[in-house]
């Protein structure tokens, strides 16, 4: 599984644009990225997934550069219920999926 | 849709006691997974079940913890004896083969072992 690196956290503040880069140097031709979040004490929550280009969904921005090796997840606007914590996932759909959550970003945003 | 069902939400047990954490999947759904959060190691895959079958049981930590889903529709999973090291939120989550990437989570079962 290819292993991603994310920033522990991050500051914003309402309204701002936050952007926030993972790095998966050794993904593979298979895989897809995906992003979850995860408010305090609920389970993680799908927000997008792709695998090339940009992609774009009512909640976010994804954007993949074209060797792949980094992804930027973006939040337009961000507003003080937008703070919890974010994760980058790299895996590829082989009939199975098992997904590696790392320890994410934990995005506070302030009034 | 109800979502994933996680029954008990809050379980609290002294040392040595059974401990059985229950989970109702997504209707439709044929995988499903059991996690464990902790604020040291973070959410860490258990178990994995696809078409009611362990697929990937490599991140059980030890013989105490055991699953098993009977049908479709329901999952268990249990530790025993508990030990205060087994404190944490453990989650369910359960996903649809048309899109296995996007998993589904229920609301966790808080463990807390005295």
């Known amino acids: 599984l290819a292993k991603t690196t994310q920033p522990i956290s991050m500051d914003s503040y309402e309204g701002q644009e936050v952007n926030i880069t993972c790095s998966h140097n050794?993904?593979?031709?298979?895989?897809?990225i995906t992003w979850y979040q995860q408010f305090p004490s609920q389970g993680p929550r799908f927000i997008i997934q792709?695998?090339?280009t940009k992609v774009t969904n009512e909640v976010a921005s994804l954007f993949i550069p074209a060797d792949r090796k980094s992804s930027t997840l973006s939040l337009p606007r961000v507003s003080l219920s937008d703070t919890a914590v974010y994760y980058c996932?790299?895996?590829?759909?082989?009939?199975?999926?098992?997904?590696?959550f790392g320890k994410g970003t934990m995005l506070l945003v302030s009034p | 849709d109800a979502g994933v069902i996680q029954s008990p939400r809050h379980e609290v047990t002294e040392m040595g006691q059974e401990v059985t954490l229950r989970c109702k999947p997504i209707?439709?759904?044929?995988?499903l997974f059991w996690y464990r959060q902790t604020m040291m190691r973070g959410l860490e895959l258990l178990i994995y079940?696809?078409?009611?079958?362990?697929?990937?049981d490599s991140g059980m930590p030890e013989d105490r913890f055991s699953a098993k889903m009977p049908n479709a529709s329901f999952s268990t999973l249990k530790i025993q004896p508990s030990e205060p090291r087994d404190s944490a939120v453990y989650f369910c989550?359960?996903?649809?083969?048309?899109?296995?990437?996007?998993?589904?989570f229920g609301p966790g079962t808080r463990l807390t072992v005295l």
């Open positions: 792709g695998y090339k």
């Open positions: 079940f696809n078409n009611n079958v362990p697929i990937d």
């Open positions: 050794n993904i593979a031709t298979n895989d897809y």
């Open positions: 996932l790299v895996g590829a759909y082989s009939g199975y999926s098992t997904l590696t």
């Open positions: 989550a359960s996903s649809a083969a048309r899109d296995p990437d996007t998993q589904y």
């Open positions: 209707s439709g759904h044929n995988s």
